[in-house]
């Protein structure tokens, strides 16, 4: 036993068990996540129930609870949130008299209060009898013709409405212009201003007639109108243009099914989001997250190798070294809070407010850089991730044999041709395991964004095609946030869940995608620069 001991087995088998439940817990994480987060966009299928009093409810069963094997409690998403104010209610097996699922039930994605479960009853479009009909496939028929022959019209409120924004940019552009001349106290009668002036009212009047155009189309989408009638029998009148997508879950064919599930897949991926971030898609936050996470590498990235290899190669050993040294691994362990609040600090409130004094005066009180941006924000995650790349740039270093340095500069190499040709090459797929702890940390950051420049909802990318086309100073959406924003912010917890496991679900495949890459990369780096093939 004492040798047992001595040897240190206990402790080999402790570490053993600790890393097989991590792998475990990690294991079971993602299996949740994906199990909830694939599953999201199914089209599942409606039930009715008839309650013991008569009334009648329609939805989707979500979750049900049992006690002793019995089943008890139904929690059913009802939708309907302009006609119920929730959108799911609890149902007692005891309370249920019976439940059907009827083909012609309908299901309706809108662009507000949520899903709409009933019946349709007839639509109305300008110039034509309503249609009605007591064959549901000829009303979901009329129903998506209808819809499709609403598209060119709302690409034509879309063009138009693309037109405003550009407008809109102009006429800030002159804005600033016009400030900055009078912030130089110019004369109003000076023919630069006049121009200006003049500019602007042509502006202007192309504003009114695009807003008066845009308009006419509105008022001509209003006119398209359907009738649909909820479980107990309530009427509701939905504008055809407020639809997103309409479908009969029960009648669907596993076909069908599949291609609703792909086509909510594409939503997710190139559409804005919609009814408070709970619905549509996440492209700005998707966008977002990589722009981010690409501007943090081109700052942490160089500055942690430069000041790695100047620790390792350069610096002489000494009290400062030493002290750069533990200042280093410290940095490494400090909350994200505090890099946040020193981004707020620093970048915002000082270089920020400082552009904005020198550049930018005649906008002010107005700040343009002295306020939060996905600028700021990367390098607050640079920061946050130089400590990282620095240690893991040492260490890498520090791990080649000094044979190979001697026998360099034994042939005659300088000191920097030994680290350019030599020793980066070998030791690259260390920096690269620094630079993807890095990379995967800083994607899954939150707290330090809060307060430099991420947002609920961002009208603009940061990336567009007005000049000067990338616009640092821009706030941005992100995933993470989006996750807190929607999970622990929204009013409608049980509506917002599905959601929450779609963008963690996202989150961690752009994660495992991008330090997939880099591992790659780095497998390709290990192989080629092996000492022993040296």
Known sequence: MKQFWRRGEPFIWATGLSLSAIICMTVILIAVVVINGMTVFWPYKLVEFTLSGG???????????????????????????????????????????????????????????????????????????????????????????????????????????????????????????LAGLRYKKIPEHDRRIQALLLEEASLQTQFNKIVSKNQAIENQLHQYTAIFRSADNREITIKLHEI????????????????????????????????????????????????LVFLMSLLSFPLGV??????????????????????????????????????????????????????????LPTPTFGTGGILWASLTLGLLTV????????????AITPGIREGSLALGSTKFQTLLRLLLPMASPGILTGFILAMARAAGEVAPLMITGVVKLAPSLPLDGQFPFVHFDRKFMHLGFHIYDIGFQSPNVEAAKPMVYVTTLLLILIVLSMCSVAIHLRNKMRTRYAISDV
């Open 387 to 398: 400590p990282v790349v620095i240690v893991a740039t040492e260490e890498a270093l520090g």
């Open 306 to 363: 430069i000041a790695g290899i100047y620790l390792r190669e350069y610096a002489k050993e000494g009290l400062l070294v030493q002290t750069v040294r533990i200042a280093v691994n410290n940095l490494a362990g400090i909350p994200s809070i505090v890099y946040g609040i020193f981004g707020l600090g620093f970048f915002v409130y000082g270089i920020g407010g400082n552009l904005d004094q020198l550049f930018f005066p005649e906008r």
């Open 244 to 291: 997103v997508r309409a479908y009969e879950p029960n009648a669907m064919s596993l076909l069908e099914k599949t291609g609703h599930y792909f086509s909510k897949i594409v939503e997710l991926f190139l559409d804005d989001p919609r009814e408070s971030n709970t619905e549509g898609g996440l492209f700005p936050a998707i966008f977002g997250t990589i722009s």
């Open 55 to 177: 009334e009648k409810y329609l939805g989707e069963i979500s979750r049900s609870e049992k006690e002793d094997g019995i089943l008890t409690k139904i929690q059913l998403k009802i939708g309907n949130r302009d006609l119920y104010s929730l959108d799911f209610k609890w149902f007692d097996q005891g309370e249920i008299n019976s439940q059907k699922y009827p083909v012609k039930a309908i299901a309706l994605e809108r662009m507000e209060y949520g899903n709409f479960y009933g019946y349709l009853q007839s639509i109305k479009i300008p110039g034509q009898l309503s249609s009605a009909s007591s064959s549901n496939y000829a009303n979901i028929t009329s129903l998506k013709k209808a819809l499709e022959s609403l598209e060119p019209l709302q690409h034509k409120k879309e063009a138009l409405e693309e037109d405003i924004t550009d407008i809109n940019f102009e006429v800030e552009r002159l804005h600033h212009k």
